[in-house]
């Protein structure tokens, strides 16, 4: 080994070295709260032994977080990449070695060696080329340790544009996303719409083209060069997205339709792919593609193979501006059509049925059959409210366009009353278990639709009393029994009770009925209206009413006969 080889004279430049890091480390930017240590989720995970420490073995340099491996081919050495050199043999420590404003590495025995502007890979053989000169019985290792950090500006349709302090490590799309978090502050003087173009980017570099990136493709296509690393002073200026000159547009059987920028290397492939590609029952062999004639008086449509296209058995189709790509849809008529079965019935829960073609018996047989407590008077089905279009009928809505032509609702009472029912309108199907399930009568047997709800209730052995009764409430039910059964069991009729006008509602019906005309059930209610007694003025002033009206058909009456006298 030659004399100036030694181990020795080479950590003598280390507190140099260390010096330098210093210098480096105590600089602080005032845009520092704009950096990448202000995205959501991060942590503060840097371990590095500050400057004039004694560095441990061994000891660690966490950069910024990163998305991906840097790849050595794309990266470029900049200014304040801290870099770790190793001479196996010679030290045990790594030597850590940063770049300096000038864009050159110190190392020592070797000296100054430029990087700056250099890709990783090649920065990495200058420099080991240059040590292994120095120290041939030695095989050095040079890394990048820790990615620096860099000044870009953020142009354009962004929520906050200016300066930000990123990691060199960072892709464009990244500081973009930066610019558009909601944790920095909005521009006062701009009204940002929240969209921006993601094909039609701009990176202005000094000293280099302006290169424009679609991070489209990036996405769709993994193409990392439209999406590069940044770089110092890079202005990223991110246009709002426009699409009345320059579009396509792709619908159908695609999972994200819609209108999309055009570029001119567009074609079908990039598109679906943009579209974030084809859903399952996707027609791959017939996609329609309409392009407009440049005046747009006319248009000419045209079915092409997705499928070989993706199978790779034909060529990719390029499109042009304004093309319109429908993706057809495969038929496929099964649906998870499936009914709810509730209330006493043995086996409780959802069956799946074949749209109209699966009968109540069916389903009921399915689950069992009834329970002894099942009371199928009051058993019902409950289906949904829909339009034709498969919506949720709005029910107001569906009694103004019902009422628009009717002939009926002439007076105010009419119309109250018509509007009072179709608020009240239910999706119950009529349907009497009792006639289908005891008395075997097929004709009441119904097809049964997605979503309807079967309920057998329980039998309710009780009948309420309530209105004018001095105990309201709950009555138990008595088969045969009649209203004088159930009225004495309440306390009989109050004092101020209208006794010819008590009512029957019926449970399933909802029907007021005369308690001589029906039977009372289980479940039914029992409602004894209160007499009103009306003030001695009320019934004085309906008097003076009548006796104004009488005075007045008299006088015409007399004069009608006067008049038929005189002629």
Request: no cysteine.
């Amino acid at each position: 080994m030659e004399p100036g080889n030694t181990p020795g004279r080479r950590l003598f430049l280390l507190p140099l070295l260390l010096l330098t890091w210093s210098v480096a480390w105590s600089q602080q930017d005032p845009l520092q709260d704009r950096s990448f240590t202000r995205l959501p989720g991060y942590k503060n995970t840097n371990v590095t032994p500050k400057p004039g420490e004694k560095m441990a073995e061994p000891f660690f340099i966490v950069g910024p977080p990163l998305e991906e491996t840097i790849d050595p081919k794309e990266y470029v050495v900049g200014p304040n990449d801290v870099f770790g050199l190793m001479l196996p043999g010679v030290s045990d420590l790594t030597m850590p070695l940063i770049v300096s404003p000038e864009g050159s590495l110190l190392v020592p025995n070797v000296g100054e060696i430029p990087v700056a502007g250099m890709t990783l890979e090649k920065a990495k053989a200058e420099v080991l080329t240059a040590v292994s000169r120095n120290a041939k019985m030695v095989k050095p290792s040079f890394t990048l340790l820790s990615p620096r950090q860099i000044l870009v500006t953020v142009l354009g349709s962004v929520r906050s544009p200016g300066p930000y302090i990123v990691a060199s490590s960072m892709r464009v799309d990244k500081a973009i996303a930066m610019a558009n978090v909601t944790n920095q502050p909005p521009n006062p003087a701009l009204t940002w719409s929240g969209d921006f173009s993601r094909r039609r980017i701009t990176i202005r570099q000094k000293g280099r083209q302006e290169k424009l990136v679609d991070l489209e493709l990036f996405f769709t296509e993994g193409r990392r060069d439209q999406n590069p690393y940044l770089q110092e002073g890079d202005v990223v200026v991110v246009p709002p997205r426009n699409i009345d000159q320059a579009s396509i547009s792709i619908f159908g059987a695609v999972n994200q339709q819609g209108e999309y920028e055009y570029r001119e290397y567009d074609s079908l492939l990039i598109l679906v792919r943009i579209a974030n590609g084809l859903t399952p029952n996707a027609d791959r062999g017939n996609v329609e593609i309409t392009t407009l004639s440049t005046d747009a008086a006319t248009s000419a449509s045209r079915l092409v193979d997705l499928g070989a296209i993706l199978d790779g058995k034909q060529s990719d189709i390029p499109l042009s501006n304004k093309d319109r790509v429908v993706v057809r849809e495969k038929i496929d008529r099964r649906r998870d059509f499936k009914v709810h079965v509730r209330g006493e019935i043995r086996f409780p829960g959802m069956y799946p049925i074949t749209q109209d073609s699966t009968r109540l018996t069916e389903i009921i047989a399915r689950a069992g059959g009834f329970t002894d407590y099942a009371y199928l008077p009051a058993a019902e089905i409950e289906r949904k409210q829909l339009t034709a279009a498969g919506m949720t009928v709005d029910l107001t809505q569906e009694a103004l366009l019902n009422a628009r032509l009717n002939d009926q609702l002439i007076t105010p009472e009419e119309r109250a009353y018509y509007e009072m029912e179709a608020q009240l309108r239910r999706g119950t199907v009529a349907v009497d278990f009792e006639r289908l399930f005891h008395r075997r009568d097929s004709t009441a047997d119904v097809y049964l639709q997605d979503g309807d709800i079967v309920y057998i209730p329980n039998e309710i052995q009780t009948v309420y009393v309530y209105g004018q009764v001095p105990k309201p409430g709950y009555v138990s039910y008595k088969p045969g029994a009649n209203l004088s059964y159930y009225l004495q069991q309440a306390g009989g009729y109050s004092e101020e009770a209208e006794e010819g006008q008590t009512r029957v509602i019926k449970a399933k019906t909802r029907e007021w009925k005369d308690p001589s005309d029906t039977t009372i059930e289980p479940g039914d209610t029992i409602w004894v209206p209160k007499d009103i007694r009306y003030p001695f003025g009320y019934y004085m002033n309906m008097v003076s009413q009548a006796a104004g009206f009488i005075s007045v058909v008299l006088s015409m009456t007399v004069i009608i006969i006067q008049l038929t006298k005189n002629n």
